[in-house]
């Protein structure tokens, strides 16, 4: 979502933020802003709507200083502007603040706090910094105290980056769900949201707790409990290399990450299958997945859709019963649960929100939990008690592709894996190691036929402003992340539909020229979404077909390799990603930043 | 969907033919046709695109018999034109045919028998009487022979009525999967795929099983097996008050059918809730749930809303688990199953071919099944355990409304008695029969103040391309009934999203004067909720909140009563079918027959 940095005790503060913003840009980019102070008397805010070069162009030379806090915001309460943008300021002019997450209580602190405060902007953010403003200049509070006293009043979600101009020498730090670091420097510190921010600088990280404070200081980091109580923890060395960053020869993230997939897949069946087809997973995982009576998926976006791909593929293999559930949903509505639930959260980034919410909820009842992962380290993989890394480098577009196939991959591989741990009779029906490795070719077979994939996209989605992807069964659930594909980047309106389901009230939208997919890759159902496809034309559509070789016909435009139905997904989404690829740049959009959303989505 | 109609053995065929299809006409209108004998020599047949008041214009008075056969057609191969429109003729003109379902094999069968036979429609039925016909003339069987031949050829869903000009005194029928009546005259003989078209007639039906071919006289219904073996069946009595079909004094059913919700909730309590606070239910229905270790609730569209919103309802009073699956899926990919399943089939119709194909197969496993509708005698009702009727009189504007609420209010209940009946120390908590009468006076609140709402859509919908539903829990379920309606009658891309899940991807489709409209009725959420209102709000959304008393804050549009938070869906969809309403009638459309949609879906 947003993103905060921060840096005391180097005198190239303000390249320092303005590169680590740049890092984290992808998360949300509405606006940006830094604050700098050279802790001789004069400090700069520079805030601009916009990309971080536009806050870069903004920036004069005279902006110099030794302590600086920076943002990168993706707007939840008011619009993106220069004056929403943070670093927000107290009224006096004293405090300085940036803030990730949402402040729920943000009305009633006004109402009860700042009635004598002329807020300037529509953010909850700038209420908090108003609030520590009149702790402490009319309540008489020293800043320490004045913002422990804040925390305790705010409810809600955040990372807190705070500036008092009379202690330049100090960063007032504190966490309550959303992500925050502190880097080890020698002789300086650092703060951020991401370590991929920081990398550059140092890669020895303080992880914070919720409720925690810190005062961070350019050789010292005190970190203190809710209670004020000082603690100890050791840093954490993080392993990224800034040459995964780059994008290489490609003109975007989006094609480098679609094309990476049959390595991701090959890499994956390396890392978890031994060479003498045993699984390399922590046989505490197996027992634990062993002992339980049904696994319960929770996840967001994309990532719901693996799972949703994973219940089938489990089911299937490992004959354990699954459900798979939206994590924003889950958290608060907890249907009735087996005797014996394992919770399994998938996350890219490992720090969704909305999963880490439940989560919470799931460890405080001591359910045992899995996180599959992209991000080693991250607070989803940290507090689960067991993780899975995916292994796919790190995805830098804003919409997911190999980490979707890659989810799958690890669902696939581990579903054997406690299929054979299980003693199942039909552990060996199913040769996962082949087609995985099946999998990884046809992928690359289709990347390989980019050049058909962007005349399709052409013609079907270059100028239509409703789509629709129909399936049944695994193509169904294949059918539900296409469309969000190509939502996400072309900001066409499609849907996912379940083939035999869009004629009990959808249908309606169908009219002359209306794109509509259908995925095929089922033998059992082909044929009755073949009817499907026929009833839509009947009404007008026109209709793009994408078929596995074995059930191919005559008129069918994308053709891809066969697999075992239920792993079919690995394969029938490329051709779906490549159209959503080819069809923005058509509509003239950028596929790595589409509008209004972030990469990793640390608000609930 | 399609619907069917024919006459033996009465002078005013004509007229009977056409009064039957604008009786059905609501169950799919992209064209209609009859066929005419005069049993002495002269025969007719008229087909037109459009409406059955087209196909009226177009007969002339010259077209009179003594028997008929009529259609009117819901496209699913070829597009709705004069040529494709039923009865369909074979190649010579001797045999006649409509049909029902669809004929999954249809290329198969062109390939295989009909070589030398030019095809004049792109329709699949037309497959089926030019197979008839090749029979007969090229293959030397008689008429009943060929008939039985070509249903074993077969492979598909149907409801055939087929005339031979040779043999004007017979109807030859037949019947798989779709459904089809014979109704019992004095002297004649009728046949409908829904009583409703024939109840001027007669009201004494026997019911078709699949597989069962009938040839129909004057006076004789001879029914025979799949062997030809004769079949003895005793008809039915239908109840069913021909004054229940008609308008009133409403422009249109689909207000009718909003406006009837109170009368048919209080209706329902009074059938299932006795004076003395007991339950009206089989107890052996009773003890079957009790059995139970899981619920299955499978449905398709409208259904399957109202079957989300029964598993909160059920699993929170009841306290056994639920499933919702939708019907077309479940099928084919039925996932694993608990021990003990209980399977609930909602249909208004009772004759959803997709519900109906999964019924057929837990019947199968012996599962035992309960089907709600609102069809007494029903193709579900019929063949599943158990039947609860909805009670709600008959449904006629395709759209949904009284069927959803009514459907609501009878899982309610029945979870109440079956908590009762379990003896849950929980089953006092909820006074159910206060709640429904709360909810009964707050559907008559909402409609009463038509105007505002009919303001709002004006407001909110009438110039929109696309819009949004959100919600979460409770208010998420009822989020995709209010989208699914407003998509259904305006032709509004609408979604219904879960309001946390909504910047995991598809926020990037929000964009300035997007139509936003929140549900909010749960008090555990409605912060969150309001905080995804803002998230919208800060990318341009127009918002529109719709929020129980209990919750409101200035700015709220629409307050509506406050219900017990999992039963609010009573009360919460009813503006949004307003809205729906309205928004339909200032874009210019036909509520009552939007395009491309069919009442009842009887193809899969």
Chains 1, 2 share one sequence.
């Not at 992209?374 to 292994?391: G, H, I, P, Q, Y």
């Not at 009990?504 to 009755?528: F, N, Y």
Request: hydrophobic share 40%.
């Amino acid at each position: 979502m947003c993103g905060i940095v921060g840096v005391i005790g180097k005198k190239d503060t303000t390249e320092i933020l303005l590169k680590g913003l740049e890092k984290l840009e992808y998360r949300g980019y509405d606006s940006a802003g830094i604050y700098v102070n050279d802790q001789a008397g004069h400090d700069y805010l520079v805030k601009e709507k916009g990309k971080i070069s536009q806050l870069e162009s903004a920036v004069g030379p005279e902006v110099q200083g030794m302590m600086g806090i920076g943002h990168t915001r993706w707007a939840t309460h008011g619009a993106p502007s220069d004056v929403n943008a943070h670093p927000h300021v107290s009224q006096s002019g004293r405090f300085y603040l940036v803030h990730n997450g949402v402040i729920n209580n943000y009305q009633e602190i006004k109402e009860q706090y700042l009635k004598g405060v002329n807020l300037v902007s529509s953010t909850d953010t700038e209420v908090a910094v108003q609030l520590i403003g009149v702790l402490v200049e009319d309540g008489g509070l020293d800043t320490e105290s004045a913002f422990r006293k804040a925390l305790s009043i705010i409810d809600g979600s955040y990372a807190f980056l705070l500036v008092d101009r009379e202690e330049p020498d100090k960063l007032f730090v504190a966490k309550n769900k959303s992500p925050l670091l502190v880097g080890v420097g020698d002789g300086f510190n650092v703060v951020c949201s991401d370590a991929l921010a920081m990398v550059a600088q140092t890669k020895d990280f303080v992880e914070l707790h919720d409720g925690e404070m810190v005062i961070v200081t350019k050789d010292k980091i005190q970190l203190m409990d809710e209670q004020g109580n000082e603690v100890t923890r050791k840093p954490y060395h993080v392993n990224l290399d800034p040459s995964d960053i780059s994008k290489g020869t490609y003109p975007y993230y989006m094609l480098k990450e679609i094309d990476e997939q049959p390595a991701v897949l090959r890499r994956l069946v390396q890392e978890y299958i031994n060479e003498d087809g045993t699984f390399n997973f922590d046989p505490k995982l197996i027992d634990a997945l062993k002992e339980a009576d049904r696994l319960y998926i929770v996840a967001a976006g994309t990532s719901y859709h693996a799972g949703l791909v994973g219940k089938p593929i489990i089911e299937q293999i490992a004959q354990i019963p699954v459900e798979v559930e939206l994590a924003s949903e889950f958290g608060y509505h907890m249907p009735l649960l087996s005797k014996k639930p394992f919770f399994i959260y998938l996350s890219q980034s490992g720090e969704t929100a909305d999963s880490r919410q439940v989560l919470v909820e799931t460890n405080k009842r001591g359910f045992p939990s899995l996180t599959l992962t992209n991000v080693e380290a991250s607070t989803l993989s940290r507090e689960a008690d067991f993780t899975l890394l995916l292994k796919a480098g790190p995805e830098i577009a804003v919409a997911s592709t190999k980490a979707y196939t890659a989810q799958i991959t690890v669902e696939t591989i581990l579903a054997q894996a406690l299929a054979v741990a299980k003693g199942l009779p039909s552990a060996n029906d199913l040769d996962v190691k082949h087609q995985l490795g099946l999998a990884a070719n046809g992928i690359q077979t289709i990347v390989d036929s980019k050049d058909d994939i962007e005349q399709l996209a052409h013609e079907f989605f270059a100028n239509t402003r409703n789509a629709f992807y129909i399936g049944r069964g695994i193509d169904y659930w294949a059918s539900l992340e296409a469309a969000l594909k190509l939502k996400e980047v072309s900001y066409i309106q499609a849907e996912g539909f379940a083939a035999g389901e869009l004629k009990h009230g959808t249908i309606s939208l169908i009219e002359e020229g209306t794109p509509v997919a259908a995925i095929i890759t089922d033998k059992e159902t082909a044929s009755h979404t073949r009817g499907n496809v026929q009833e839509v034309q009947a009404r007008g559509a026109k209709t793009l077909k994408i078929v596995s070789e074995d059930l191919a016909q005559a008129g069918d435009q994308i053709i891809i390799p066969t697999l075992e139905t239920v792993l079919s997904p690995l394969v029938s989404i490329v051709p779906t990603q490549l159209l959503a690829y080819y069809a923005t740049l058509q509509r003239g959009y950028n596929v790595d930043q589409p509008r209004n959303l972030a990469k990793s989505v640390t608000v609930e």
